[in-house]
């Protein structure tokens, strides 16, 4: 039987559009079998949704022969944060999965959990890096997309350092992701192991002039990758502006270990996953009363479903259509909107009183690229993102930038965007940045001859029930919520 070989990725499908002939040739002898079934390459949905650019395909058919340790080094071939995707991805490749028309979807992220996990337990580590091209890059910013470039670019034996402002690296996944969701030993332990590749990493350092950082370290390549940390701020009249705080300094503190006065009743403004975090974790600060509000109705908001639906178990509740217009504690005065016919939220006048001791401001997050400004050729968007060619390039030839660009703002977004820079890093440093564009065609449900697939139910996570994620203020209930990790 004639096969074409397989390429990177590939799902291979047999043409049986020649099977009446075939069964016909099966009564000749010799050479006079002619037709011959044929095997065609297809991409499967869930690599091609995978913005991190896994090949999930391969380690999974790994995973499933009991081949761990060759799954887990599969997996990192392309990511190396297994463990951290498993318990914080929004796992797109399952919303695609052609299996969930047969039965369900494969569960991608409990799988690639449990392979980071093993990797932790049994001290798998990254295979040893290529040979040293004599080659520098600076990394800006210690978050998912810059350990993920420093990762593959030390990979190919180039010399990588990483300066962060954060006093530990991990930037967002550090200090935006909540405790629960991210354990901090689970995010050492990959960031560790990175580590000894050989990266330098600088923490507790602002970089103020990248030229300056860039000719002092004689630096061939610089990939800025901060991320967004700068919250967005609306005018809202407040008698006492201490009882409104920013979600991302709000999330950073209380991963630090402090713990914010949120009183009784918080409300979040906001839409995104940002405010969803902000909520669930004043919930377990002890917050009695959390509403979401929200401008726009519910299929318009940006934050995940998943994540939308466990705060509503956790008690959350949202406020559809809704914007503040003044907040004087206790009472927060909100206005009631409605949508228009391109769904746009339009004022009605008709307002609304709530109890409210905090505010709590989600309103999305914007890039500080001023250190930037000294880079000749470096241009910039009118809300500060840094424009890049297909290459991620900057106008400043050797230096690109990655989740400071107009993004979806997630982990496994950054962390593709850190496997790209650095194969064009990579590319540029050895004088081959030429765009080779590579399109395969994605296999379909249709494609599929399900006789070839058995039935197997879809594995189911543990977590612990919405009323013990949410225990209170108390000491001993403080320790509880530090401890338990509902939901990974």
């Known amino acids: 039987m004639r096969i074409t070989r397989p390429e990177r990725g590939g799902v291979a499908r047999s043409d049986l559009t020649a099977l009446p002939d075939l069964l016909h040739d099966q009564a000749r002898a010799g050479a006079e079998r002619s037709r011959r079934p044929m095997y065609v390459d297809l991409l499967p949905p869930c690599n091609n949704a995978c913005p991190a650019g896994e090949n999930i395909q391969a380690w999974l058919a790994h995973a499933k022969g009991g081949r761990h340790e060759q799954a887990w080094r599969q997996l990192v071939d392309d990511n190396p944060f297994a463990s951290i995707h498993g318990r914080v991805c929004y796992h797109p490749c399952e919303s695609v999965c052609n299996r969930a028309n047969l039965d369900s979807a494969v569960s991608i992220h409990a799988v690639e959990r449990f392979l980071g996990d093993q990797a932790t337990e049994h001290g798998w580590r990254f295979e040893r890096p290529a040979p040293p091209s004599g080659k520098r890059v600076l990394i800006v910013g210690a978050g998912p997309s810059g350990l993920s470039s420093a990762y593959h670019l030390s990979r190919r034996g180039h010399h990588v350092e990483i ?15 909540p405790k629960y969701r991210l354990p901090r030993e689970v ?27 860039r000719r002092a370290g004689n630096f061939d390549a610089v990939f800025v990758a901060v991320g967004a940390h700068l919250a967005k701020r609306v005018d809202v009249p407040a008698a006492d502006a201490g009882t409104m705080l920013d979600a991302v300094s709000f999330l950073c503190d209380v991963a630090s270990g402090k713990r914010p006065a949120i009183g009784r009743h918080v409300a979040v403004y906001g839409g995104g996953d940002t405010a969803v975090d902000a909520a669930r974790v004043a919930r377990r600060l002890g917050a009695e009363d959390t509403v979401i509000i929200y401008r726009r109705s519910k299929s318009y908001m940006p934050a995940h479903r998943q994540e939308v639906q466990e705060a509503e178990r956790e008690g959350v509740r949202i406020n559809w259509l809704r914007t503040i217009t003044a907040f004087d504690r206790p009472e927060l005065q909100v206005e009631v909107m409605q949508l228009d016919e391109s769904g746009r939220p339009m004022p009605t006048g008709r307002c609304e009183t709530l109890a409210a001791d905090t505010v709590i401001m989600a309103l999305g997050q914007q890039t500080e690229s001023a250190f930037m400004g ?32 107009p993004c979806e703002r997630t982990v496994t977004v950054a962390v593709g965007h850190g496997n790209k820079a650095a194969h064009h890093i990579d590319a540029w440093l050895r004088g081959d940045l030429a765009e080779r564009p590579w399109k395969h065609p994605v296999a379909t449900f249709d ?34 919520y530090w401890s338990a990790m509902c939901l990974g």
């Open 187 to 213: 995010l050492d332990a990959e960031i560790e192991r990175i580590a000894a590749l050989g990266v330098q990493f600088t923490c507790g350092h602002q970089v103020e002039d990248l030229a300056a950082e």
């Open 374 to 405: 000294s880079m000749p050729g470096v241009q910039f968007d009118d809300d500060g993102s840094v424009r890049v060619s297909a290459s991620m390039m900057t106008g400043c030839p050797g230096v690109f930038a990655g989740d400071m660009v």
């Open 447 to 480: 494609d599929l001859h399900l006789w070839y697939f058995g039935d197997a139910g879809r594995r189911q996570q543990p977590e612990l029930a919405p009323a013990q994620r949410v225990i209170g203020s108390g000491a001993t209930e403080a320790w509880l």
């Open 163 to 177: 300066r962060d402002a954060g006093d530990q690296p991990g930037g967002m996944m550090r200090y935006g992701i």
